[in-house]
């Protein structure tokens, strides 16, 4: 098998396996416990909670959740609720995942005004979120990195631009594809455990100090009452375990990035769709005359694993697509190629002799 899909999912490491059973077995009391067992869980979150921390560099606050979409959800509400006192302006952009998007949709019905930036119609995003922040703007919402092409929006600039034009504003950053590759820069930052070789159903939020988040839902009062229930003792070791066996950088992306690149280049009537300054996992590619799916299962006959568009929409073709302005050929041929740490340049050999087979079977 040759996976080629770790931008949908990525396969649990050895050690957060490890250190769930560990946990599971030794350490599996209730955080809230008054005793022995309880206090021991209570310290495995505290180390867990300490170690993201740590991989982000950042001092503030972790709440451990179910995933990043829940993390979004959180943030956004959370912050909605809490500043419409101020303003009613949000602003983000038109190629967010649905977990940031749906909410913003559901902020719009409720009566806020809610700009969403294409990067079609500018040539820079990163200033165009900038610049569409005023007075009223009460948040700002965009990935560090885009899951379906891998583009990359510059957390620090943005951070820093939005704050100079209006510091009451709040930064959210759906960091999911850009943790542990990239810096973050955020008033509040959603995390994903399965993007890393955790485990899926674990995921974090990052807050900085002084952000106010209401929580949206209620409980125990668990993780200062932002996050009531009881907290996943066992998945927060395993995803402190995925981040420190993480490696700091991980040089093997752009050798595998730049050999597929030239395997494409040798094929005719491909169309790259990452930008080249994306990120370097992740290589969207256009096959024209070839639709995805007839590609996506050609590819799966052979064992090797990719996606088309964004695997979350579940074959729906995702909203990078129409905001970069792709024409509808481009779109329903696309290809997702996104790669991990454990991948080689021969399997991008085999998925290249594949690739070129496929489209001497099916191109129309
Ligand atoms: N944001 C981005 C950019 C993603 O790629 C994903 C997962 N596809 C999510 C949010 C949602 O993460 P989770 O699966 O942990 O809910």
């Known amino acids: 098998m040759i996976y080629l899909d770790n931008a949908a999912t990525t396969k649990p490491c050895s050690e957060a396996a490890e250190a769930a059973v560990k946990c599971a077995s030794r350490c599996f009391g209730n955080p809230s416990s008054l005793h022995h067992m ?3 869980a209570e310290k495995t979150i505290t180390c867990a909670k ?8 950042k001092d503030g606050e972790i709440f451990f959740t179910s995933g990043a979409t829940e993390s ?10 809490a500043l419409k006192r101020r303003g009613n302006r949000i602003v983000t952009t038109a190629i967010e995942h649905p977990s940031v998007s749906e909410p913003m949709k559901k902020l719009s019905e409720r009566g806020f005004e809610v700009i969403s930036l294409k990067p079609k119609d500018h040539a820079d995003l990163e200033r165009a979120i900038i610049d569409a922040v005023d007075e009223k ?9 885009n899951n379906e092409i891998g583009f990359i929006i510059d957390t620090k600039k943005v951070y820093d631009g939005v704050k100079r034009k ?18 973050l820069h955020g008033d509040t930052i959603s995390l994903s455990g399965h993007k890393i070789h955790c485990f899926k159903g674990i995921g974090a939020l990052y807050k900085n100090k002084d952000t106010r988040l209401l929580p949206i839902s209620f409980g125990g009062g668990q993780q200062g009452g932002l996050r009531s229930g009881t907290e996943p003792v066992e998945l927060a070791a395993a995803f ?23 395997h494409l280049e040798r094929l005719n009537r491909i169309i790259i769709n990452s930008p080249e300054n994306g990120i370097d996992n992740i290589l969207n590619f256009s096959v024209l005359g070839v639709r995805s ?20 929409s579940k074959g729906k073709i995702g909203s990078a697509p129409d905001a970069f302005g792709f024409s509808a050929e481009r779109a329903d041929s696309a290809v997702r190629v996104s790669f991990c740490g454990n991948n080689t340049e021969k399997e991008v050999d085999t998925l290249a002799e594949a690739l070129e087979e496929g489209i001497k079977r099916f191109r129309r």
């Open 137 to 145: 703007t009460i948040l700002t919402s965009f990935m560090a990195v």
């Open 240 to 262: 402190e375990a995925a981040v420190k066996a993480y490696p700091k950088n991980v040089t093997v992306f752009s050798a595998l990035r730049h050999r597929l690149t030239e």
């Open 38 to 40: 309880g206090v021991e």
């Open 72 to 81: 979004n959800n959180m943030a956004i509400f959370g912050i909605a609720e």
């Open 50 to 57: 300490k170690t993201l921390l740590n991989r982000l560099g």
């Open 166 to 183: 209006n510091p009451f504003c709040a930064v959210h950053v759906d960091g999911v594809q850009g943790f542990c590759k990239l810096p």
């Open 293 to 312: 799916e007839i590609m996506l299962h050609f590819l799966e006959e052979k064992g090797i694993y990719v996606s088309s568009g964004s695997a979350c």
